[in-house]
């Protein structure tokens, strides 16, 4: 029942509560439809049905009970990073085979307890490493957008929630962001995705990547969405020491629309001579819509923002080196060990088996940049460079509420494109990476199509902790914006 | 910054990653080049500049020292590829 599907998250929430559908239909109609488009689209790791209607069915009797949560009965798509306890967690890595958490990530049990219901484990970049959804040791994911009936990549690295979600495979996904893995595949995607100020969600039970930059964040079809389930997300955590005890605000509560007198940043160093004719075009309508829905634009500085990919690539793979040393062959997933091997070659053996290439090229440039001789010149070079980074927008923030960019400088791409070298594909996230560095919460929205009939995203990013802006702007865009397109080819 | 084969081996050997010999040529090509594009920020002046260690403006939170779960040997040793008696086995590491 494709209608069913097509509701946004709030329409199902109401709906479930009127009564005029259960959660069990809802959770079937979409199993369904994962199940028929799956083997082609690839976006989930794991279905759960079996486990998503015993949560609906839970659901339906505290709805009956005039129960239940903020979100009880909507059915959700978890990215394959959180561990969800007994359900097979993988971060898309053939290290971690057959891992099963003895224990619930606190993003994930926070949605439980709002009585979000578990469709499954979605697809990503191999422990959340790439912009394409390629690295994957289960295979690539499709978007549900083509190109001259050609497939796509949906982006990465949460590749599988941006596909599921644009192909109504679920109203909304769990991301993580560590330099734009929710705000460039929402973009690729044609959807929204936002990735909230770090510290507001727990990192508890999500598979590290770089501990400083790793924050979850909600994937929707629109902002509403978003908004309705980042309050159920954020929160402090006493699991997670850099979780901040903040209240967190219904987010939902405060999209007003209205942003007459929000002063919009609009910074020069991200129009870059080179830049793609078609994304400079959706950005400059963006700033058009904002003005005359009564922003004040103002034009700014962000004079580091050249350096901010290369910082990142040096302090991405250094905390990733550190953080994936857990994998040994001990504790859990895999374990190779040669006829009459010692530990150590138990040690190297797992590890050349278990991780792929990407993700074996980081940790080697991480452990390259943290040993003894380079620490200064590349690791501590580039925390004083992340500093002049976040300095820029501390100073920026203080002229203006917002700052309005493109997500990613360039439409989805095909699986035929194979860059020259690694730092091609870095360039994919030259836009979201500052912001990241930064802390600062971020979201993309759909900004128009491009000439091939695909969709580009528009970033608005925020100060510290001030979602409530950056929503209620994303807000008041989307609606000018008037966005609606849906891909081409949708899961039946 | 040209990593050379040899600084392969001993990076992989420190990240405890086997390498083959084949793939230590390839790693000192990409990883080289890699290095080279970061290079790029010797070029910042960052002279009397912090070290920016976290975003998250606070201090570590303190917690009292004392015990608040335990007793969870069967589900620490759940996903262990091996284990016996409620232990992780690992290779003989003593001879």
Same mark, same amino acid.
């Given at each position: 029942?494709?209608?069913?599907?097509?509701?946004?998250?709030?329409?199902?929430?109401?709906?479930?509560?009127?009564?005029?559908?259960?959660?069990?239909?809802?959770?079937?109609?979409?199993?369904?439809?994962?199940?028929?488009?799956?083997?082609?689209?690839?976006?989930?790791?794991?279905?759960?049905?079996?486990?998503?209607?015993?949560?609906?069915?839970?659901?339906?009797?505290?709805?009956?009970?005039?129960?239940?949560?903020?979100?009880?009965?909507?059915?959700?798509?978890?990215?394959?990073?959180?561990?969800?306890?007994?359900?097979?967690?993988?971060?898309?890595?053939?290290?971690?085979?057959?891992?099963?958490?003895?224990?619930?990530?606190?993003?994930?049990?926070?949605?439980?307890?709002?009585?979000?219901?578990?469709?499954?484990?979605?697809?990503?970049?191999?422990?959340?490493?790439?912009?394409?959804?390629?690295?994957?040791?289960?295979?690539?994911?499709?978007?549900?957008?083509?190109?001259?009936?050609?497939?796509?990549?949906?982006?990465?690295?949460?590749?599988?929630?941006?596909?599921?979600?644009?192909?109504?495979?679920?109203?909304?996904?769990?991301?993580?962001?560590?330099?734009?893995?929710?705000?460039?595949?929402?973009?690729?995607?044609?959807?929204?995705?936002?990735?909230?100020?770090?510290?507001?969600?727990?990192?508890?039970?999500?598979?590290?990547?770089?501990?400083?930059?790793?924050?979850?964040?909600?994937?929707?079809?629109?902002?509403?969405?978003?908004?309705?389930?980042?309050?159920?997300?954020?929160?402090?955590?006493?699991?997670?020491?850099?979780?901040?005890?903040?209240?967190?605000?219904?987010?939902?509560?405060?999209?007003?629309?209205?942003?007459?007198?929000?002063?919009?940043?609009?910074?020069?160093?991200?129009?870059?001579?080179?830049?793609?004719?078609?994304?400079?075009?959706?950005?400059?309508?963006?700033?058009?819509?904002?003005?005359?829905?009564?922003?004040?634009?103002?034009?700014?500085?962000?004079?580091?923002?050249?350096?901010?990919?290369?910082?990142?690539?040096?302090?991405?793979?250094?905390?990733?080196?550190?953080?994936?040393?857990?994998?040994?062959?001990?504790?859990?997933?895999?374990?190779?060990?040669?006829?009459?091997?010692?530990?150590?070659?138990?040690?190297?053996?797992?590890?050349?088996?278990?991780?792929?290439?990407?993700?074996?090229?980081?940790?080697?440039?991480?452990?390259?940049?943290?040993?003894?001789?380079?620490?200064?010149?590349?690791?501590?070079?580039?925390?004083?460079?992340?500093?002049?980074?976040?300095?820029?927008?501390?100073?920026?923030?203080?002229?203006?509420?917002?700052?309005?960019?493109?997500?990613?400088?360039?439409?989805?791409?095909?699986?035929?494109?194979?860059?020259?070298?690694?730092?091609?594909?870095?360039?994919?996230?030259?836009?979201?990476?500052?912001?990241?560095?930064?802390?600062?919460?971020?979201?993309?929205?759909?900004?128009?199509?491009?000439?091939?009939?695909?969709?580009?995203?528009?970033?608005?990013?925020?100060?510290?902790?001030?979602?409530?802006?950056?929503?209620?702007?994303?807000?008041?865009?989307?609606?000018?914006?008037?966005?609606?397109?849906?891909?081409?080819?949708?899961?039946? | 910054?040209?990593?050379?084969?040899?600084?392969?081996?001993?990076?992989?050997?420190?990240?405890?990653?086997?390498?083959?010999?084949?793939?230590?040529?390839?790693?000192?090509?990409?990883?080289?080049?890699?290095?080279?594009?970061?290079?790029?920020?010797?070029?910042?002046? @960052? *002279? =009397?500049?912090? %070290?920016?260690?976290? !975003?998250?403006?606070?201090?570590?939170?303190?917690?009292?020292?004392? /015990? @608040? *779960? =335990?007793?969870? %040997?069967?589900?620490? !040793?759940?996903?262990?590829?091996?284990?016996?008696?409620?232990?992780? /086995?690992?290779?003989?590491?003593?001879?």
């Amino acid at each position: 029942m494709t209608s069913l599907r097509t509701l946004t998250l709030a329409e199902m929430r109401d709906g479930l509560k009127a009564k005029k559908f259960s959660s069990v239909e809802l959770a079937a109609a979409h199993l369904d439809a994962i199940e028929k488009a799956n083997p082609e689209m690839n976006a989930f790791i794991t279905i759960t049905r079996d486990k998503a209607l015993a949560m609906a069915k839970t659901s339906d009797e505290k709805i009956a009970k005039g129960e239940g949560g903020a979100i009880e009965g909507v059915p959700i798509g978890v990215k394959d990073l959180f561990a969800t306890r007994d359900v097979l967690t993988t971060a898309a890595s053939h290290i971690l085979d057959g891992f099963k958490p003895p224990y619930e990530s606190t993003i994930t049990q926070k949605l439980w307890n709002a009585g979000g219901v578990m469709l499954g484990k979605l697809n990503l970049d191999e422990f959340a490493m790439g912009s394409a959804n390629i690295t994957s040791y289960y295979g690539t994911v499709k978007s549900p957008w083509k190109k001259d009936g050609k497939a796509l990549v949906p982006g990465g690295s949460s590749g599988g929630s941006a596909a599921a979600v644009a192909a109504d495979l679920c109203p909304m996904a769990l991301g993580t962001d560590t330099g734009g893995s929710i705000r460039q595949p929402a973009s690729f995607c044609g959807i929204v995705g936002i990735k909230p100020t770090y510290g507001r969600c727990s990192r508890f039970g999500t598979v590290a990547f770089a501990s400083s930059l790793d924050q979850a964040g909600p994937i929707t079809r629109n902002v509403r969405d978003a908004a309705i389930s980042l309050s159920v997300m954020c929160g402090h955590d006493a699991k997670d020491s850099t979780s901040v005890k903040m209240d967190v605000p219904d987010f939902e509560k405060l999209l007003t629309g209205n942003i007459k007198g929000l002063r919009v940043g609009i910074p020069k160093e991200y129009r870059p001579g080179g830049i793609n004719p078609e994304i400079a075009q959706m950005w400059d309508r963006g700033i058009q819509l904002m003005k005359e829905a009564g922003a004040e634009v103002i034009d700014i500085s962000l004079p580091h923002t050249s350096y901010a990919l290369a910082t990142y690539y040096v302090i991405a793979p250094a905390e990733c080196s550190s953080n994936l040393a857990r994998y040994d062959g001990v504790k859990f997933g895999l374990r190779v060990l040669p006829e009459g091997g010692g530990l150590t070659d138990m040690y190297e053996m797992t590890r050349a088996a278990g991780f792929g290439n990407e993700v074996k090229r980081r940790i080697m440039i991480g452990t390259y940049v943290l040993s003894a001789g380079y620490y200064d010149a590349y690791y501590k070079k580039a925390q004083r460079v992340r500093w002049l980074i976040a300095n820029d927008f501390t100073e920026a923030f203080k002229k203006v509420d917002v700052i309005l960019t493109p997500t990613a400088p360039s439409a989805a791409f095909g699986f035929d494109y194979k860059p020259t070298n690694p730092v091609e594909m870095y360039l994919n996230d030259v836009f979201t990476v500052p912001t990241s560095l930064a802390g600062l919460p971020g979201i993309s929205i759909p900004g128009a199509l491009n000439k091939d009939g695909l969709p580009l995203g528009l970033q608005l990013i925020g100060k510290a902790f001030d979602e409530a802006a950056v929503l209620n702007a994303a807000y008041a865009l989307e609606q000018a914006i008037g966005f609606n397109a849906k891909p081409m080819e949708k899961a039946a | 910054m040209a990593l050379t084969k040899q600084e392969v081996t001993k990076i992989a050997r420190l990240a405890r990653i086997r390498v083959t010999d084949e793939e230590k040529d390839h790693y000192a090509k990409e990883i080289s080049g890699i290095l080279q594009w970061i290079e790029q920020l010797q070029e910042v002046k @960052t *002279d =009397g500049v912090p %070290q920016m260690v976290s !975003v998250a403006d606070i201090r570590l939170p303190w917690r009292e020292d004392k /015990v @608040t *779960d =335990g007793n969870q %040997q069967e589900a620490v !040793v759940k996903n262990a590829p091996q284990s016996d008696y409620g232990c992780f /086995v690992v290779p003989k590491v003593i001879e």
